[in-house]
């Protein structure tokens, strides 16, 4: 049942192997917490302790996981395995900022057809992030920006093992 806390993130379709330069950046990346959630859309990292319990523990047990969430709404998410095994994961969000933590709908169409709902803040360079599997659904209560960090719920789930941290890229 715990895999059915299902892993959502994105990447922008502009991403490239190339490092990101940002020399040139005049976006405000500065997020002032008390004034919004931030923006989320750009390509993230979660790797060592960034990777929240729950994922870095087997049956998981991700070392890597790449985010983008594009202008167009869609978003990939990599996850990378201590193996090396990798797995995309693509589809659709919706954000809504006027709460902070702003909240987060995902409408995954691959590897399969899901729905994830949760939270998320961007301060600086840095991404929180929470989202819990909604549809199917497996008895699993997502946090909300009332419950905050930490707070998902359901089979088998401790508090806190479900909040992943990501860096900008």
């Known amino acids: ?11 922008p ?3 490239t192997d190339e490092p990101k330069d940002t020399a040139g950046d ?17 390509a993230w990292v979660s790797e060592g ?32 395995d201590g193996e090396g095994a990798t797995a995309d994961l693509t589809g659709t969000f919706v954000t809504d900022d006027s709460t902070n933590p702003g909240t987060i ?4 169409a691959t590897p399969y057809d899901a729905t994830a709902v949760g939270i998320w803040q961007v301060e600086r360079d ?9 549809l ?9 920006p009332d419950t905050g960090f930490g707070s998902t ?6 508090a806190d093992s479900n909040v992943q941290i990501y860096q900008r890229m």
């Open 153 to 158: 719920s359901g089979p088998g789930v401790a």
């Open 126 to 134: 840095t991404l929180s992030y929470e989202v819990v599997q909604t």
């Open 13 to 15: 379709d502009d991403v």
């Open 26 to 42: 005049t976006a405000d990346t500065d997020t002032d917490p008390s004034t919004g959630p931030g923006d989320i859309h750009d």
């Open 49 to 80: 302790d960034d990777i929240s319990v729950l994922f870095s523990a087997p049956p998981f047990a991700y070392v890597r996981i790449e985010a983008t969430f594009n202008a167009d709404a869609s978003y990939v998410v990599t996850t990378t």
């Open 136 to 144: 199917p659904d497996y008895g699993f209560v997502p946090p909300t």
């Open 105 to 108: 709908t995902l409408t995954q």
């Open 1 to 11: 049942m715990i895999l059915a806390l299902a892993l959502f993130a994105c990447t």
